[in-house]
């Protein structure tokens, strides 16, 4: 274990490890220990509130803390953090990952509640605290943040789509109408390609300017940022095909995309 450490490096570079919620009663806290005991109960949670064809594999994840602890200003700043009652610390009843992308902006995804939270804000709470996290990272680094940018993949449960888009619009998150990620499936290699909706939090950049086709640019900048996918790859190509007009909306716009 890191022992005192990561408490020295957490101070070192101005890290938030936790937060919490005068209006709540649940706490987050970033995960910066790769055996920290709480582990297996996020890894449960994560796999009975998110889709399987939303998922990657969660070794992938678990080992979020070493990369974060190896930061260093102007590079990427991985994040893993859980949300739990503040009279239970090693119960978690929500999950996130985001990351700093030095010249991109800042990313989420991989972000669940547990059915029986729901409706308490633990969600806005995750985002909140994943937004000043990838903030902090921008500042320490001394670069512009444009945009903190993520997908979502609608669930069969229409009532949760409508829950989530919800938080996406409390959070300050508008959907990119006319624009739909193809993205690879990681957990089935021979399933069709996820298709996701694209949401993006206006930063540096206002929101004027992320249209037409300086959103396209972003959008797209999730294949060689997140994805390793080439433009000559076919689910770019899926991508830039189906694009049409792309633009900022109000996130709840996107009750019936499908």
């Known amino acids: 274990m890191p022992g005192r450490n990561w408490a020295r490096t957490a101070l070192k570079w101005g890290m938030a490890s936790h937060v919490q919620s005068p209006a709540t009663e649940t706490v987050c806290r970033e995960i910066l220990d790769v055996n920290d005991p709480i582990l297996p109960a996020v890894q449960a949670l994560y796999e009975r509130t998110l ?11 678990a080992r979020t803390p070493e990369r974060r602890l190896a930061w260093t200003p102007g590079r990427r700043r991985p994040h893993l953090v859980i949300a739990t009652p503040k009279d239970e610390p090693d119960r978690p009843v929500g999950f996130g990952y985001g990351v700093f992308l030095p010249g991109y902006g ?10 029986a939270t729901r409706g308490r804000g633990t969600g806005t709470q995750l985002f909140r605290f994943l937004f000043r996290l990838i903030e902090s990272a921008a500042r ?14 609608r669930p069969v449960d229409s009532g949760l789509w409508a829950a989530r888009l919800r938080v996406f619009d409390k959070v300050g998150g ?11 499936n990681y957990m089935r290699a021979d399933a069709p390609p996820v298709r ?22 972003a959008v797209l900048g999730l294949y060689d940022q997140i994805y390793r996918i080439t433009p000559d790859d076919p689910l770019y190509q899926a991508t830039v095909a189906g694009t049409v007009n792309p633009r900022l909306v109000p996130a709840v716009e996107a009750v019936d995309a499908k």
């Open 140 to 153: 320490l680094s001394a670069v512009p943040l444009p945009f903190i940018i993520w997908e979502s993949h």
């Open 51 to 61: 889709d399987e064809d939303e998922r990657i594999p969660w070794e992938w994840l």
């Open 196 to 217: 996701l909706q694209i949401f993006l939090r206006p930063g540096d950049e206002p929101a004027e300017s992320l249209r037409g086709e300086r959103l396209r640019e």
């Open 174 to 184: 508008l959907w990119a109408r006319g624009i739909e990620l193809h993205t690879p």
């Open 106 to 115: 800042g990313y989420v995804c991989y972000l669940g509640v547990d059915a």
